[in-house]
């Protein structure tokens, strides 16, 4: 089923996007499939192995679902130190 | 205490938040900004993050490392935005009663503060190039990190 989520992007997501966030209809299921999406949508070429995923402000992993109306976070590879 | 700020790290200030009479050892790591990377020559560093969650997963690292090490306390502090050459971009400081738990703690906080917290750096090269940092040392520093250090049973909580 259809629904509404947000998409909001960081570093290197960002700059692949063009922008901070969107709000897109999506069949996807999975952070997973969210993923996919952008890859699709904005040409990122990062490994989702090598990248992490949050769903309304929590941690989450690839295969967890999405609902209508939640905020997506997609991190690229994290380098902090 | 897991912090994320803007403003430059004084480590002294930091330092004396853990005072502590029943600490007899402090071990404090500083990372700072150097001038080369892979072969590159760095101008500066410009570190972006999503503070809400690095200040969760962050307190979460804190807290394993109190669960796992005999240790007294733990505090972090992680810089944003444009940082010069030799500035403090992360500092952890760690208090305990000897020296061996608090050396191995600080190492398991800064090795995971790493890979786990969602901030990204972007190296300023001399040359005027720029580029994001990608994670493959840092999840290199992960697995050493997972492998290497050893866990509270091998120091043993009554040290």
């Keep these: 089923m259809s629904k509404k989520i947000t998409v909001r992007y960081f570093a290197l997501f960002r700059e692949h996007a063009g922008l901070d ?8 299921e999975t952070t997973a499939d969210v993923f996919r999406l952008l890859k699709h949508r904005h040409g990122a070429a990062e490994p989702l ?5 949050a769903i309304n402000d929590e941690m989450a992993d690839w295969n967890s679902p999405i609902a209508d109306g939640d905020v997506i976070l997609l991190f690229p590879p994290v380098a902090g130190g | 205490m897991m912090k994320m700020t803007d403003q430059p790290i004084v480590p002294e200030r930091l330092r004396a938040e853990l ?7 402090l071990v404090a790591f500083e990372g700072w900004i150097r001038n080369e990377n892979e072969g590159q020559q760095v101008l500066r560093l410009e570190y972006e993050a999503y503070d809400p969650l690095c200040v969760s997963e962050g307190r979460r690292v804190i807290e394993e490392a109190l669960q ?21 971009a992360v500092w952890v400081g760690v208090t ?30 001399v040359n005027g190039d720029s580029g994001w940092v990608n994670c493959e040392r ?16 091998a120091i043993g909580k009554a040290t």
């Design chain 2, 19 to 25: 005072c502590n009479e029943a600490a007899g050892a």
């Design chain 2, 96 to 125: 305990s009663a000897h020296r061996d738990e608090a050396f191995v703690a600080c190492r398991f906080i800064i090795d995971q503060v790493k890979v786990r917290l969602p901030i990204w750096k972007k190296e300023h090269y």
């Design chain 1, 21 to 28: 966030a969107e709000t897109i209809s999506t069949d996807a």
């Design chain 2, 138 to 153: 840092c999840a290199g520093h992960g697995k050493h990190s997972s492998r290497d250090v050893p866990q509270a049973a």
């Design chain 1, 49 to 53: 192995a090598h990248c992490k995923v």
């Design chain 2, 68 to 88: 796992n090490f005999p240790v007294l306390q733990a505090n972090c502090v992680h810089r944003t935005g444009l940082l010069e050459l030799g500035e403090c």
